[in-house]
Protein backbone atom coordinates (compact mmCIF):
# COMPACT_ATOMS: atom_id res chain seq x y z
CA UNK A 1 0.00 0.00 0.00
CA UNK A 2 1.82 3.53 -0.89
CA UNK A 3 1.55 6.52 0.86
CA UNK A 4 -1.63 7.73 -0.02
CA UNK A 5 -3.75 4.68 0.71
CA UNK A 6 -1.79 4.83 4.35
CA UNK A 7 -2.58 8.43 4.92
CA UNK A 8 -6.40 8.01 4.09
CA UNK A 9 -6.68 4.90 6.00
CA UNK A 10 -4.89 5.87 8.88
CA UNK A 11 -7.23 9.32 8.95
CA UNK A 12 -9.98 7.08 7.96
CA UNK A 13 -9.58 4.72 11.00
CA UNK A 14 -9.07 7.86 13.73
CA UNK A 15 -11.59 9.28 12.55
CA UNK A 16 -14.08 5.98 12.53
CA UNK A 17 -12.68 5.55 16.54
CA UNK A 18 -13.39 8.62 17.43
CA UNK A 19 -17.28 8.51 15.81
CA UNK A 20 -17.40 5.13 17.48
CA UNK A 21 -16.66 6.26 20.88
CA UNK A 22 -18.69 9.23 20.49
CA UNK A 23 -21.53 7.29 19.77
CA UNK A 24 -21.62 5.04 22.89
CA UNK A 25 -21.04 8.30 25.21
CA UNK A 26 -23.96 9.76 23.26
CA UNK A 27 -25.98 6.70 23.66
CA UNK A 28 -24.94 6.27 27.10
CA UNK A 29 -25.44 9.51 28.27
CA UNK A 30 -28.91 9.27 26.29
CA UNK A 31 -30.07 6.43 28.49
CA UNK A 32 -28.94 7.77 31.32
CA UNK A 33 -31.15 10.23 31.34
CA UNK A 34 -33.83 8.36 30.03
CA UNK A 35 -33.46 6.41 33.58
CA UNK A 36 -33.40 9.70 35.74
CA UNK A 37 -36.31 11.21 34.09
CA UNK A 38 -38.69 7.77 34.86
CA UNK A 39 -37.21 7.90 38.09
CA UNK A 40 -37.70 11.36 38.98
CA UNK A 41 -41.50 11.07 37.65
CA UNK A 42 -42.17 7.86 39.45
CA UNK A 43 -41.24 9.39 42.49
CA UNK A 44 -43.33 12.71 41.87
CA UNK A 45 -46.41 10.08 41.23
CA UNK A 46 -45.44 8.08 44.95
CA UNK A 47 -45.44 11.59 46.13
CA UNK A 48 -48.44 12.21 45.46
CA UNK A 49 -50.15 9.04 46.08
CA UNK A 50 -48.57 9.30 49.43
CA UNK A 51 -50.16 12.93 50.06
CA UNK A 52 -53.50 11.57 48.92
CA UNK A 53 -53.69 8.47 51.19
CA UNK A 54 -52.32 10.02 54.52
CA UNK A 55 -55.29 12.47 53.76
CA UNK A 56 -57.70 10.35 52.44
CA UNK A 57 -56.59 6.86 53.49
CA UNK A 58 -57.39 6.16 49.77
CA UNK A 59 -55.12 4.42 47.59
CA UNK A 60 -54.79 6.17 43.86
CA UNK A 61 -52.24 5.96 40.83
CA UNK A 62 -51.85 2.67 40.64
CA UNK A 63 -50.47 3.07 44.63
CA UNK A 64 -50.17 -0.44 46.25
CA UNK A 65 -49.33 -1.30 50.20
CA UNK A 66 -47.08 -4.19 50.45
CA UNK A 67 -46.70 -5.08 47.40
CA UNK A 68 -44.20 -7.91 46.29
CA UNK A 69 -41.04 -5.79 45.71
CA UNK A 70 -38.03 -6.28 43.61
CA UNK A 71 -35.39 -7.50 46.35
CA UNK A 72 -32.91 -4.48 46.48
CA UNK A 73 -35.67 -2.14 46.37
CA UNK A 74 -37.48 -3.71 49.02
CA UNK A 75 -34.04 -3.82 51.11
CA UNK A 76 -33.28 -0.33 50.48
CA UNK A 77 -37.02 0.81 51.34
CA UNK A 78 -36.31 0.97 55.08
CA UNK A 79 -34.00 3.32 54.88
CA UNK A 80 -36.27 6.20 52.85
CA UNK A 81 -38.00 6.75 49.55
CA UNK A 82 -36.10 4.97 46.98
CA UNK A 83 -36.53 4.59 43.19
CA UNK A 84 -35.79 1.44 41.33
CA UNK A 85 -35.43 -0.12 37.33
CA UNK A 86 -36.05 -3.55 37.45
CA UNK A 87 -35.23 -5.79 34.79
CA UNK A 88 -36.44 -8.89 33.22
CA UNK A 89 -39.28 -9.88 30.43
CA UNK A 90 -41.45 -6.92 31.84
CA UNK A 91 -39.24 -4.50 33.11
CA UNK A 92 -40.39 -1.61 35.54
CA UNK A 93 -39.74 1.76 37.35
CA UNK A 94 -40.66 1.59 40.76
CA UNK A 95 -41.09 4.23 43.81
CA UNK A 96 -41.59 3.02 47.54
CA UNK A 97 -41.57 4.27 51.15
CA UNK A 98 -42.14 3.50 54.23
CA UNK A 99 -45.90 4.58 55.82
CA UNK A 100 -45.64 3.01 59.30
CA UNK A 101 -45.30 -0.55 59.31
CA UNK A 102 -46.41 -0.22 55.73
CA UNK A 103 -45.04 0.03 52.35
CA UNK A 104 -46.74 2.03 50.24
CA UNK A 105 -45.39 1.77 46.44
CA UNK A 106 -46.30 2.69 42.83
CA UNK A 107 -44.79 0.98 39.68
CA UNK A 108 -44.93 1.39 35.84
CA UNK A 109 -43.95 -0.23 33.06
CA UNK A 110 -40.69 0.48 31.41
CA UNK A 111 -39.92 -0.63 28.32
CA UNK A 112 -36.22 -1.52 27.03
CA UNK A 113 -36.19 0.66 24.11
CA UNK A 114 -37.50 3.61 23.54
CA UNK A 115 -37.92 4.52 20.16
CA UNK A 116 -36.71 8.30 20.66
CA UNK A 117 -33.59 6.30 21.68
CA UNK A 118 -34.17 4.13 18.27
CA UNK A 119 -33.84 7.22 16.53
CA UNK A 120 -31.21 8.88 17.79
CA UNK A 121 -29.37 5.70 17.87
CA UNK A 122 -29.71 5.62 13.85
CA UNK A 123 -28.78 9.31 13.43
CA UNK A 124 -25.33 8.69 14.91
CA UNK A 125 -24.91 5.74 13.17
CA UNK A 126 -25.98 7.54 9.96
CA UNK A 127 -24.26 10.79 10.71
CA UNK A 128 -20.98 8.80 11.99
CA UNK A 129 -20.95 6.37 8.81
CA UNK A 130 -21.04 10.31 6.61
CA UNK A 131 -18.23 11.40 8.16
CA UNK A 132 -16.10 8.59 8.12
CA UNK A 133 -16.83 8.31 4.38
CA UNK A 134 -16.12 12.59 4.11
CA UNK A 135 -13.17 12.18 6.27
CA UNK A 136 -11.76 9.53 3.91
CA UNK A 137 -12.14 11.16 0.83
CA UNK A 138 -10.51 14.41 2.11
CA UNK A 139 -7.60 12.20 3.31
CA UNK A 140 -7.30 10.97 0.31
CA UNK A 141 -6.51 14.26 -2.15
CA UNK A 142 -4.59 15.41 0.84
CA UNK A 143 -2.47 12.35 0.70
CA UNK A 144 -2.98 12.59 -2.95
CA UNK A 145 -1.25 16.02 -2.75
CA UNK A 146 1.07 14.83 -0.65
CA UNK A 147 2.09 12.20 -2.61
CA UNK A 148 2.39 13.97 -5.68
CA UNK A 149 4.90 16.68 -4.47
CA UNK A 150 7.17 13.46 -3.44
CA UNK A 151 7.18 11.43 -6.30
CA UNK A 152 7.80 15.00 -7.69
CA UNK A 153 11.07 15.10 -6.01
CA UNK A 154 11.98 10.94 -6.60
CA UNK A 155 11.54 11.84 -10.34
CA UNK A 156 14.06 14.41 -10.50
CA UNK A 157 16.18 12.26 -8.62
CA UNK A 158 15.90 9.07 -10.78
CA UNK A 159 16.25 11.52 -13.66
CA UNK A 160 20.10 12.66 -12.34
CA UNK A 161 20.83 8.67 -11.55
CA UNK A 162 19.71 8.32 -15.47
CA UNK A 163 22.11 11.03 -16.71
CA UNK A 164 19.93 13.36 -17.28
CA UNK A 165 19.35 16.98 -15.69
CA UNK A 166 16.78 18.65 -13.37
CA UNK A 167 14.43 20.58 -15.42
CA UNK A 168 14.35 24.09 -14.02
CA UNK A 169 10.56 24.30 -13.65
CA UNK A 170 9.87 20.87 -12.22
CA UNK A 171 7.66 20.79 -9.81
CA UNK A 172 10.57 19.04 -7.19
CA UNK A 173 12.21 22.72 -7.40
CA UNK A 174 9.08 24.96 -6.30
CA UNK A 175 9.17 23.87 -3.03
CA UNK A 176 5.52 25.01 -2.00
CA UNK A 177 4.23 25.84 1.23
CA UNK A 178 6.55 25.68 4.22
CA UNK A 179 6.22 22.39 5.57
CA UNK A 180 8.40 19.90 5.93
CA UNK A 181 7.62 18.34 2.35
CA UNK A 182 8.80 21.67 0.65
CA UNK A 183 11.50 21.45 2.14
CA UNK A 184 12.34 17.86 1.34
CA UNK A 185 11.44 18.78 -2.14
CA UNK A 186 13.50 21.90 -2.25
CA UNK A 187 16.79 20.11 -0.77
CA UNK A 188 15.97 17.05 -3.28
CA UNK A 189 16.29 19.39 -6.32
CA UNK A 190 19.17 21.01 -5.27
CA UNK A 191 21.12 18.14 -4.36
CA UNK A 192 20.04 16.60 -7.66
CA UNK A 193 20.73 20.03 -9.63
CA UNK A 194 24.53 19.99 -7.95
CA UNK A 195 25.30 16.65 -8.84
CA UNK A 196 23.65 17.09 -12.80
CA UNK A 197 26.01 20.06 -12.36
CA UNK A 198 29.13 17.95 -10.98
CA UNK A 199 28.47 15.53 -13.87
CA UNK A 200 28.50 17.67 -17.02
CA UNK A 201 31.36 19.49 -15.64
CA UNK A 202 33.14 15.83 -15.24
CA UNK A 203 31.90 14.84 -19.16
CA UNK A 204 32.93 18.21 -20.29
CA UNK A 205 36.32 18.17 -19.07
CA UNK A 206 37.00 14.44 -19.44
CA UNK A 207 36.15 15.19 -23.06
CA UNK A 208 38.00 18.54 -23.03
CA UNK A 209 41.42 16.33 -21.83
CA UNK A 210 41.32 14.01 -24.17
CA UNK A 211 40.72 16.35 -27.38
CA UNK A 212 43.67 18.88 -26.17
CA UNK A 213 46.37 15.89 -25.64
CA UNK A 214 44.86 14.37 -28.81
CA UNK A 215 47.00 16.35 -31.12
CA UNK A 216 50.43 16.40 -29.33
CA UNK A 217 49.99 12.41 -28.41
CA UNK A 218 50.05 12.01 -32.10
CA UNK A 219 52.75 13.92 -32.68
CA UNK A 220 54.57 12.09 -29.86
CA UNK A 221 54.08 9.15 -31.79
CA UNK A 222 54.94 10.15 -35.42
CA UNK A 223 58.16 11.84 -33.44
CA UNK A 224 59.46 8.79 -32.02
CA UNK A 225 59.73 7.38 -35.15
CA UNK A 226 62.54 9.58 -36.30
CA UNK A 227 64.92 8.65 -32.84
CA UNK A 228 68.09 7.12 -33.65
CA UNK A 229 68.38 4.59 -31.56
CA UNK A 230 65.87 1.45 -32.00
CA UNK A 231 65.67 0.73 -27.95
CA UNK A 232 64.90 4.19 -27.12
CA UNK A 233 62.26 4.17 -30.28
CA UNK A 234 60.89 1.03 -29.07
CA UNK A 235 60.41 2.63 -25.40
CA UNK A 236 59.26 5.73 -26.60
CA UNK A 237 56.92 4.22 -29.07
CA UNK A 238 55.86 2.18 -26.12
CA UNK A 239 54.38 4.52 -24.11
CA UNK A 240 52.71 6.76 -26.67
CA UNK A 241 50.66 4.24 -28.06
CA UNK A 242 50.01 3.56 -24.17
CA UNK A 243 48.83 7.61 -23.83
CA UNK A 244 47.20 7.50 -27.45
CA UNK A 245 45.34 4.48 -26.29
CA UNK A 246 43.79 6.16 -23.12
CA UNK A 247 43.13 9.84 -24.75
CA UNK A 248 40.92 7.66 -26.98
CA UNK A 249 39.59 5.14 -24.65
CA UNK A 250 38.30 8.87 -22.44
CA UNK A 251 37.25 10.26 -26.02
CA UNK A 252 35.20 7.61 -25.93
CA UNK A 253 33.93 7.45 -22.38
CA UNK A 254 33.08 11.36 -22.78
CA UNK A 255 30.38 10.39 -25.83
CA UNK A 256 29.34 7.42 -24.10
CA UNK A 257 28.65 9.76 -21.09
CA UNK A 258 26.85 12.59 -23.14
CA UNK A 259 24.45 9.90 -24.99
CA UNK A 260 25.47 10.57 -28.21
CA UNK A 261 26.07 6.88 -29.57
CA UNK A 262 23.47 4.58 -31.39
CA UNK A 263 23.96 1.23 -32.22
CA UNK A 264 24.09 0.31 -35.66
CA UNK A 265 21.77 -3.26 -35.95
CA UNK A 266 22.76 -6.10 -38.13
CA UNK A 267 21.21 -9.91 -37.87
CA UNK A 268 24.89 -12.00 -37.07
CA UNK A 269 25.54 -15.57 -35.58
CA UNK A 270 26.39 -14.80 -32.35
CA UNK A 271 29.01 -18.18 -32.00
CA UNK A 272 30.32 -17.21 -35.49
CA UNK A 273 30.94 -13.22 -34.42
CA UNK A 274 32.79 -14.61 -30.51
CA UNK A 275 34.97 -17.12 -32.96
CA UNK A 276 35.46 -14.27 -34.99
CA UNK A 277 36.42 -11.78 -32.12
CA UNK A 278 38.39 -14.62 -29.97
CA UNK A 279 40.44 -15.07 -32.92
CA UNK A 280 41.00 -11.03 -34.13
CA UNK A 281 41.98 -10.88 -29.82
CA UNK A 282 44.81 -13.55 -29.38
CA UNK A 283 48.17 -12.23 -29.42
CA UNK A 284 46.87 -8.38 -28.62
CA UNK A 285 46.48 -7.17 -25.40
CA UNK A 286 48.23 -10.16 -23.55
CA UNK A 287 45.43 -11.93 -24.48
CA UNK A 288 46.69 -16.12 -25.44
CA UNK A 289 44.66 -18.80 -23.91
CA UNK A 290 41.35 -17.94 -24.82
CA UNK A 291 38.48 -21.17 -25.25
CA UNK A 292 35.65 -20.98 -26.91
CA UNK A 293 32.63 -22.96 -26.18
CA UNK A 294 29.20 -23.21 -27.76
CA UNK A 295 26.21 -24.32 -25.83
CA UNK A 296 23.05 -25.62 -27.78
CA UNK A 297 22.42 -24.03 -31.12
CA UNK A 298 23.43 -21.08 -32.49
CA UNK A 299 21.60 -17.98 -32.20
CA UNK A 300 21.35 -14.87 -34.87
CA UNK A 301 20.74 -11.61 -33.15
CA UNK A 302 20.20 -8.40 -34.52
CA UNK A 303 23.31 -6.19 -32.60
CA UNK A 304 26.38 -4.01 -33.94
CA UNK A 305 29.06 -6.19 -34.06
CA UNK A 306 31.41 -3.73 -33.19
CA UNK A 307 30.49 -3.02 -30.21
CA UNK A 308 30.19 -6.67 -29.21
CA UNK A 309 33.87 -7.20 -30.21
CA UNK A 310 34.53 -4.02 -28.12
CA UNK A 311 33.06 -5.56 -24.69
CA UNK A 312 34.53 -8.67 -25.52
CA UNK A 313 38.08 -7.84 -26.18
CA UNK A 314 38.18 -5.19 -23.15
CA UNK A 315 36.64 -8.14 -21.04
CA UNK A 316 39.37 -10.39 -22.30
CA UNK A 317 42.38 -8.32 -21.81
CA UNK A 318 40.92 -7.37 -18.22
CA UNK A 319 40.80 -11.21 -17.49
CA UNK A 320 44.88 -11.79 -19.53
CA UNK A 321 46.13 -8.98 -17.09
CA UNK A 322 43.99 -9.37 -14.06
CA UNK A 323 43.40 -12.98 -13.61
CA UNK A 324 44.78 -16.21 -14.73
CA UNK A 325 44.23 -18.84 -17.71
CA UNK A 326 42.25 -20.60 -19.34
CA UNK A 327 40.13 -17.92 -19.98
CA UNK A 328 37.14 -19.40 -21.04
CA UNK A 329 34.48 -17.94 -23.42
CA UNK A 330 30.82 -19.81 -23.37
CA UNK A 331 28.11 -18.92 -25.85
CA UNK A 332 24.67 -20.27 -24.45
CA UNK A 333 21.82 -18.48 -26.71
CA UNK A 334 21.96 -15.23 -26.59
CA UNK A 335 24.27 -15.04 -23.81
CA UNK A 336 28.09 -14.52 -23.52
CA UNK A 337 30.21 -15.65 -20.48
CA UNK A 338 34.00 -14.85 -19.75
CA UNK A 339 35.78 -16.53 -17.11
CA UNK A 340 38.72 -16.32 -15.79
CA UNK A 341 40.96 -18.63 -12.95
CA UNK A 342 42.38 -15.31 -11.21
CA UNK A 343 41.63 -14.00 -7.80
CA UNK A 344 37.28 -12.72 -8.88
CA UNK A 345 36.51 -9.26 -9.26
CA UNK A 346 36.50 -6.94 -5.78
CA UNK A 347 33.37 -7.38 -4.26
CA UNK A 348 32.77 -3.35 -4.74
CA UNK A 349 33.74 -4.07 -8.37
CA UNK A 350 30.69 -6.41 -8.22
CA UNK A 351 28.01 -4.24 -6.48
CA UNK A 352 28.50 -1.43 -7.65
CA UNK A 353 30.14 -1.42 -11.03
CA UNK A 354 32.99 -0.61 -12.47
CA UNK A 355 34.60 2.86 -11.92
CA UNK A 356 36.71 4.76 -14.11
CA UNK A 357 40.90 5.12 -12.85
CA UNK A 358 40.03 2.69 -10.51
CA UNK A 359 40.96 -0.93 -10.45
CA UNK A 360 38.98 -1.55 -6.82
CA UNK A 361 41.86 -3.86 -5.59
CA UNK A 362 45.45 -4.11 -6.08
CA UNK A 363 45.42 -7.70 -6.34
CA UNK A 364 44.03 -7.25 -9.82
CA UNK A 365 46.83 -5.34 -10.79
CA UNK A 366 47.01 -1.68 -11.70
CA UNK A 367 45.57 0.45 -14.61
CA UNK A 368 43.11 3.24 -15.49
CA UNK A 369 39.99 1.38 -15.07
CA UNK A 370 38.55 2.67 -18.03
CA UNK A 371 38.01 -0.87 -20.10
CA UNK A 372 34.70 -2.50 -18.37
CA UNK A 373 33.48 1.10 -17.60
CA UNK A 374 33.58 1.28 -21.84
CA UNK A 375 31.97 -1.87 -22.19
CA UNK A 376 29.40 -1.69 -19.40
CA UNK A 377 29.01 1.84 -21.36
CA UNK A 378 28.54 0.01 -25.02
CA UNK A 379 26.53 -2.67 -23.69
CA UNK A 380 24.01 -0.07 -22.45
CA UNK A 381 24.01 1.36 -25.59
CA UNK A 382 22.72 -2.12 -27.77
CA UNK A 383 20.28 -2.55 -24.75
CA UNK A 384 22.28 -5.49 -23.41
CA UNK A 385 23.19 -6.04 -19.89
CA UNK A 386 26.04 -6.57 -18.43
CA UNK A 387 26.73 -8.18 -15.24
CA UNK A 388 30.32 -9.42 -12.98
CA UNK A 389 30.59 -11.77 -10.56
CA UNK A 390 32.30 -14.47 -9.38
CA UNK A 391 32.35 -17.81 -11.15
CA UNK A 392 31.68 -21.30 -9.85
CA UNK A 393 34.68 -22.82 -8.65
CA UNK A 394 36.43 -19.33 -8.41
CA UNK A 395 37.41 -16.33 -10.52
CA UNK A 396 36.20 -13.24 -12.30
CA UNK A 397 32.84 -13.92 -14.16
CA UNK A 398 31.09 -11.63 -16.66
CA UNK A 399 27.97 -12.25 -18.03
CA UNK A 400 27.27 -10.56 -21.29
CA UNK A 401 23.07 -10.88 -22.15
CA UNK A 402 22.01 -9.50 -25.68
CA UNK A 403 18.41 -8.43 -26.50
CA UNK A 404 16.61 -10.55 -29.03
CA UNK A 405 14.92 -9.45 -32.05
CA UNK A 406 11.73 -9.77 -32.40
CA UNK A 407 10.88 -8.68 -35.95
CA UNK A 408 14.45 -9.37 -37.38
CA UNK A 409 15.63 -6.04 -38.97
CA UNK A 410 17.53 -5.83 -42.73
CA UNK A 411 21.28 -5.23 -42.47
CA UNK A 412 21.41 -1.86 -42.14
CA UNK A 413 18.28 -0.94 -40.17
CA UNK A 414 18.90 0.80 -36.83
CA UNK A 415 14.74 0.28 -36.32
CA UNK A 416 14.88 -3.58 -35.07
CA UNK A 417 12.39 -3.56 -32.08
CA UNK A 418 14.97 -5.32 -29.58
CA UNK A 419 13.62 -6.87 -26.40
CA UNK A 420 15.57 -6.70 -22.75
CA UNK A 421 17.07 -9.95 -22.08
CA UNK A 422 16.06 -12.27 -19.20
CA UNK A 423 17.17 -12.44 -15.93
Same mark, same amino acid.
Given at each position: ?351 ? *?? /?????? =? $??? #????? +?? !??? @? &? ?5 ? *?? /?????? =? $??? #????? +?? !??? @? &? ?17
Amino acid at each position: MGIRGRIALAISSVTALAVVLLGVAVHHISGLERDRKAMSQQDEQLSSALQIYRRDGQLVLGAQLDAALPAPLAKAVAKGPRTYISGGEDPRVWAATRVGDRVLSVSTSFPKRDPLQKALDRALVVAGAATVGLMAVVAWFVAQGLSRRLRDSAASARRIADGGTPEAGAPGGRGRGRDEVAELERSVHAMAASLAARVEAEREFTADVAHELRTPVAGLVASAELLPHPRAVEMVQERAQTLRGLVEDLLEVSRLDAGVESAQLDPVELPSLVHGIVKRARGQRGVDDVAVEVVGEGRIVATDARRVERILVNILANSAKHGKPPIEVTVEGTRITVRDHGSGYPPDLVSQ *GP /RRFRTA =A $PER #GTGHG +LG !LTI @A &VGQAAVL *GA /RLAFGT =A $PGG #GAQAV +LD !LPE @A &VDGPEPGDQSGELRAPGP
